[in-house]
Structure formats: C-alpha cells, structure tokens
C-alpha cells in the first residue's frame, strides 16, 4: 500500500530507479512494507483504545480494572458492560440507573428500591433461581455501594396464582410434576421481556 504510494510520489522527479532490482527501489520497497506495519499497528492500537470499538486486548484491560469480569460474553455485549461500569458515580444510585448498570454488566435484572438504604434485585422472565447465580450476585455486589442492603428475588409460583390458574392436587399429579417442577410452573409474564 505505501510502497505504491511512494512510487506515485517519487515517479514524476524522474530521479530514482524505482523497480524492485534497483538499490532505491529495494529500499523504497523496504520503506513501504515498513510503513504498512506501522499503519496496521496503529490502527489497532486506534481500534482497541476505543471501549465502542475494541475487540480483543482493550476489552481485557478494561475488564481488568475491574474486581470481577462482567458476565457478558461477545465483544457488544463486553463493550455495553464495561460501558456501564464506566458511568457509575455518585449519582447512580436511583433505582433506574442501578438497573441499567447491572443490565449494562449482561445480567437481565431491575432493582427496585425497598426504603431507605435497600435494593431488590430481581429477574424479570426468568423462574427460579438464574444460571450462573454465584458470579452474578458477586458481580452484583460489586457494583453496588456498601452501605445498601441488597435482596435478590427469585420467582417460584405462589399460592395464589396456583389458585388463579386453578391447579390442585389431581392436576398436578395429571401432568406428571415432582415438587421442583411444580414449583417452577409460573404462569408466563407479559412484562418485560428480553428484547
């Protein structure tokens, strides 16, 4: 690439041989692929220094400024985490902006404020108690401040809605549930959803 452009550049002075057997034009050639290295180097080097951009060695020197490593996986899912991460100040501590950080990190939660000093978290869509929970509550409370109490909330079917839906005791025995899987047929929700 830059070897063509320095023939472009020095062909009209007439004043060099400029092919590839010549002395100037082994050196134009060296020159060139020289160039050409430096210009990749510096655009990865402009590529990784970018959190919107980077790929490879800049998502892992920023995920190492961290405690722990966010539960993202893809790089556009790595970038939104560390993104998230980055915007966390002193006035990120509304329910809104605590959900959007722990969403930010690949973790699809909410908080809602319980009171003074408390959080929920809790996992909208998801029955149980989610995959990976052990990483997730520490990345959890990594990222909130010490002084708040933070409760993680797992959804299980209530009473209720067992009486809502109708359930008894024949219908379970009918569709074959041990008490695990009973206890996991939530009616489905149709708030939010994972986009």
């Given at each position: 690439m830059y070897e063509e452009y320095l023939r472009g550049l020095l062909a009209p002075l007439g004043v060099y041989r400029l092919d590839?057997?010549?002395?100037?034009?082994?050196?134009?050639?060296?020159?060139?692929?020289?160039?050409?290295?430096?210009?990749?180097?510096?655009?990865?080097?402009e590529r990784e220094s970018v959190t919107a951009t980077a790929e490879g060695e800049g998502l892992?020197?920023?995920?190492?400024?961290?405690?722990?490593?966010?539960?993202a996986v893809t790089p556009e899912e790595r970038r939104a985490a560390i993104a998230a991460l980055l915007q966390i100040d002193g006035d990120s501590?509304?329910?809104?902006?605590?959900?959007r950080t722990i969403r930010g990190c690949g973790i699809w939660a909410r908080a809602e404020e319980l009171g003074t000093n408390r959080v929920r978290v809790v996992f909208p869509g998801t029955v149980g108690i989610p995959a990976e929970f052990e990483q997730i509550e520490k990345i959890v409370l990594?990222?909130?401040p010490c002084h708040l109490g933070?409760?993680?909330?797992?959804?299980?079917?209530?009473?209720?809605e067992c009486e809502r839906v109708?359930?008894?005791?024949?219908?379970?025995?009918?569709?074959g549930?041990?008490?695990e899987e009973f206890q996991m047929a939530v009616?489905?929700?149709k708030e939010w959803k994972r986009p």
């Open positions: 590839r057997g010549s002395l100037s034009g082994a050196e134009l050639y060296a020159l060139g692929r020289g160039l050409d290295a430096v210009s990749a180097r510096l655009e990865e080097v892992r020197r920023r995920e190492a400024l961290f405690l722990r490593r966010p539960a501590l509304t329910p809104e902006a605590i959900g990594d990222i909130l933070v409760e993680f909330y797992f959804r299980f079917l209530t009473w209720e109708g359930f008894t005791w024949v219908i379970v025995d009918i569709q549930y041990d008490w009616p489905i929700e």
